[in-house]
């Protein structure tokens, strides 16, 4: 009897120790992490901060408040905190991140408050995805059709963008190759003052003007109609979604401008501020210069018309300029005529690179894909296309994308495409084997 209510005893102090055990309860602690954005730039609610146990890798989440403060309770250890936010402004995006190391023990003061300092990125959000301006051959081989020419521009965000203040422009000189009067010495005289000399005429749109994340608008620079009809390796312009640059009062050259398609709405035509001579707009088929700006803080018009705006580089009154402000810019795409002495017309804040062409064959100029970031998003793997064939690297001067994404064939897929955008159309574009609204 007495070993049995010995055992007993014994049983009960060991139900009780793992009682014990079983309630003992780590102390937890409030942890708040301010977010401090540079420049003074505003704080924002409902950004997700990432704070993760660096011991067993156990990961929290929580949203910043109106102060930009997220809160956690945690219990003693030692942790990163990690946030990283996107945001979209005048046509251009921005990334802000941080990561911060905290340390909680045991004296923890919960009114501590933990700052990370963030780190700002600029991406462009609109940029030139297509420029094809070089013609196509003629169907019968006495040459080659010079009038369908085109860009499309895309939203390379996951932002919806109004580029309703977009304005078309082309660099000075024309063409690349031969004489630049814009150089003083090896630097061009326009770099230090910075800005860029926009050729004859800017072209700004009439309606307002929506681009869905990863969509694209297409405009027509010439002959906005199914150009298939007469020539059937042209690009068939006729559609109600497409826009076109047609300002007769301004630019009147018959071939150049005939009447657009009656597909094409006439609020998608495109209006020119004209301060250069001629009755077209002579964008380059061999080697242009072309990028798209926003005027900021004045009226598009008031600039044009201003005449300390105004910059005549042989003082004849004839071949003038516009000096547009390079923060103004928006993207560039600078391009070399391929067999020839080509010179930079861009400074490098537009476009520190260039990328060959041969014109007259049915070349364009086409953006890369960025492989990492469109690897990147959820649900693209079974949709991506690959093994690319549609470059010109078999031929003198020319090029093909180095990612090996078919990007036109992965967007049919339903893939989302993001392209790459470092500034440097050596990096950025090839020469595409044939122009992508041919495929339409």
């Known amino acids: 009897m007495k070993k049995l209510l010995y055992l007993l005893m014994i049983s009960l102090l060991i139900i009780s120790y793992s009682c014990e055990e ?43 408040n109106e102060n930009g403060i997220a809160e956690f309770e945690v219990i003693a250890g030692i942790y990163e905190a990690a946030v990283s936010e996107k945001r979209s402004s005048d046509y251009f995006t921005y990334l802000y991140t941080g990561l911060k190391s905290i340390t909680v023990t045991n004296d ?68 690349s190759s031969g004489s630049n009067n814009y150089y003083d010495g090896s630097t061009l005289l326009y770099e230090s003052e910075g800005w860029i000399p926009a050729a004859q005429a800017v072209w700004h749109f009439n309606t307002q003007v929506v681009v869905e994340p990863y969509e694209q608008i297409v405009v027509a620079f010439n002959n906005a109609i199914d150009n298939t009809v007469t020539h059937s390796q042209s690009i068939n312009f006729a559609n109600s979604e497409y826009y076109c640059t047609y300002d007769i009062e301004d630019f009147s050259h018959a071939l150049t401008y005939v009447s ?136 003198d001067g020319g090029s093909t994308d180095p990612s090996g994404i078919d990007a036109e064939a992965s967007i049919a897929n339903g893939a989302i495409i993001i392209y790459k955008d470092s500034n440097n159309s050596s990096d950025d574009f090839h020469q595409r084997e044939q122009a992508s609204l041919r495929s339409i």
């Open 22 to 64: 079983d309630d003992h309860v780590d102390p937890t602690f409030i942890v708040q992490v301010e977010l401090d954005y540079p420049d003074d730039e505003a704080t924002a609610s409902d950004v997700t901060v990432t704070l993760t146990n660096k011991t067993d890798d156990t990961k929290f989440e929580a949203k910043t």
């Open 108 to 175: 923890w003061n919960n009114e501590n408050t933990v700052k990370i300092e963030l780190s700002k990125s600029k991406a462009t959000q609109i940029i030139v995805k297509e420029l094809f301006v070089g013609g196509t051959p003629k169907d019968d081989g006495s040459g080659y059709f010079g009038y369908d020419k085109y860009v499309v521009l895309y939203n390379n965000s996951e932002f919806q963008a109004d580029i309703s203040d977009v304005t078309l422009a082309m660099v000075m000189p024309f063409n």
């Open 260 to 395: 657009p398609s009656s597909a094409i709405p006439t609020s998608n035509y495109l209006s020119a501020l004209k301060y250069g001579v001629g009755t077209g707009w002579a964008l380059s088929n061999s080697s242009p210069g072309f990028f798209i700006f926003s005027a900021q803080d004045v009226a598009l018009e008031s600039f044009v018309n201003d005449a300390s705006t105004t910059y005549d580089i042989y003082g004849s009154g004839m071949l003038l300029d516009k000096k547009v402000p390079v923060e103004w810019i928006i993207d560039g795409v600078e391009i070399f005529r391929n067999g020839y002495d080509n010179q930079k017309r861009f400074t490098a804040g537009v476009d520190a690179g260039s990328v060959l062409m041969t014109n007259k064959l049915g070349y364009s100029i086409y953006r890369n894909v960025d492989k990492d970031a469109t690897e990147a998003i959820e649900g693209n793997a079974s949709k991506l296309v690959y093994s690319y064939s549609g470059g010109t690297e078999g031929i």
